[in-house]
């Protein structure tokens, strides 16, 4: 079955520095990835997914992800957070055969310091 | 834009009581999911529809039922509320299979108590 290990439950960092996310997953069939945020209070966004293609990804807030299969790993990463990053990141994959579902990790608090 | 939505954002209810929490969404979506949240575990799929009628169990469907007369809603049940099911409940909804999308679109959340 697949699984999916964010190994760093929280992140303290201060602003303006870089920080990473990490995934990984346990899968030996293809699969798609995504990251998704979650806000104080809110449900959950999609941040950016690699479907197929250039394995690096990007989303619209500065934030990018690349997918190494030979690692199974799909590390988040941004060169520089604002207090406005601060959230819960969820790393998901699914199946590309077996494309109903989503196999979620545990989440990982970013908190950015001023 | 996608919209999925919530009955509830903070609900209280009693040990033993039966738990309504209903979600809506306006894409026309096929599949609709029902995911608890809890601290250090992630989300975990309860139940998850594929059609008006149709459902499927997920990772931990005990002590929840699901109904899904409407393509648009899709109920979770709790017949008999324990305290035990406390959480953060997120429903969501997604495009079927050979759309070559799978992103899911959440709702909001419920935050349930049960004293």
């Known amino acids: 079955a697949q699984s999916v290990t964010q190994l760093d439950s929280q992140v303290p960092v201060f602003e303006e520095a870089p920080v990473e996310l990490r995934c990984n997953y346990s899968?030996?069939?293809?699969?798609?990835l995504f990251w998704y945020v979650q806000y104080p209070n809110q449900g959950l966004q999609l941040l950016l997914k690699?479907?197929?293609?250039?394995?690096l990804v990007e989303s619209i807030n500065g934030f990018e992800a690349e997918f190494n299969k030979s690692q199974t790993s799909f590390h988040l990463r941004k060169p520089s957070v604002h207090i406005s990053d601060t959230a819960e990141y969820f790393c998901?994959?699914?199946?590309?055969?077996?494309?109903?579902?989503?196999?979620f990790g545990t989440g990982t608090r970013l908190q950015v310091f001023p | 834009d996608v919209k999925v939505t919530q009955s509830s954002r903070y609900l209280v209810k009693r040990t033993g009581e039966k738990v309504f929490l209903e979600c809506v969404q306006d894409?026309?979506?096929?599949?609709m999911f029902w995911y608890r949240q809890d601290p250090g575990l992630g989300l975990r799929l309860i139940y998850f529809?594929?059609?008006?009628?149709?459902?499927e169990k997920g990772d931990i469907p005990e002590g929840y039922s699901v109904s899904r007369e409407k393509k648009e809603r899709f109920s979770l049940i709790l017949e008999s509320a324990s305290t035990n099911q406390t959480s953060m409940y997120l429903c969501?909804?997604?495009?079927?299979?050979?759309?070559?999308?799978?992103?899911?679109?959440f709702g909001p959340g419920t935050r349930l108590t049960v004293l």
């Open positions: 894409m026309d979506h096929e599949n």
């Open positions: 529809s594929y059609d008006v009628k149709m459902k």
């Open positions: 899968s030996s069939v293809s699969v798609y």
């Open positions: 690699y479907l197929s293609g250039s394995t």
């Open positions: 998901a994959v699914s199946d590309r055969y077996n494309t109903d579902k989503l196999i």
């Open positions: 969501a909804s997604s495009f079927p299979p050979g759309q070559a999308r799978n992103e899911q679109f």
